[in-house]
């Protein structure tokens, strides 16, 4: 049997439009599709050739939610590796994210930040020696 591959992720966002934006400047994804989706609500897919994240948004504004980890379907996070770890942190902070929880372990650094829907992004860099 072939391994599996991840294709997508969708999640619920305040603003599609506003959270591509920033994921173009910080990770330098492209729009692959943008249209009417579920609901009478709008959805964006951005991402490289491979794989993509939708951003979904309601017709009517979304529900803010608890920690997620409480919750049972609760997005904990989202893991995105990078090739140059601060580069990322420096795009992510130009935009006004807060980052935290800097680790450097085993497999490499990373740090997080929540997004403007509060939803939280780990960002990692694998050792490659």
Do not use: C
């Not at 969708?10 to 173009?24: G, L, R, V």
């Not at 959805?43 to 919750?71: C, K, N, R, W």
């Amino acid at each position: 049997m072939s391994q599996a591959i991840l294709e997508h992720v969708n999640y619920t966002t305040k603003n599609p439009q506003k959270t591509a934006a920033w994921m173009q400047k910080v990770f330098g994804w492209t729009i692959r599709w943008e249209g009417p989706a579920l609901n009478d609500g709008y959805t964006i897919h951005i991402g490289g050739d491979a794989f993509y994240i939708a951003l979904y948004a309601p017709a009517e504004a979304p529900l803010a939610s608890s920690d997620p980890h409480s919750v049972q379907n609760g997005l904990n996070h989202l893991g995105v590796i990078v090739e140059d770890l601060a580069a990322t942190e420096v795009a992510a902070k130009a935009l006004g994210f807060v980052t935290y929880g800097h680790a450097d372990y085993a497999p490499g650094q990373r740090f997080y930040f929540k997004d403007d829907s509060d939803v939280e992004f780990e960002i990692v860099s694998y050792r490659t020696d």
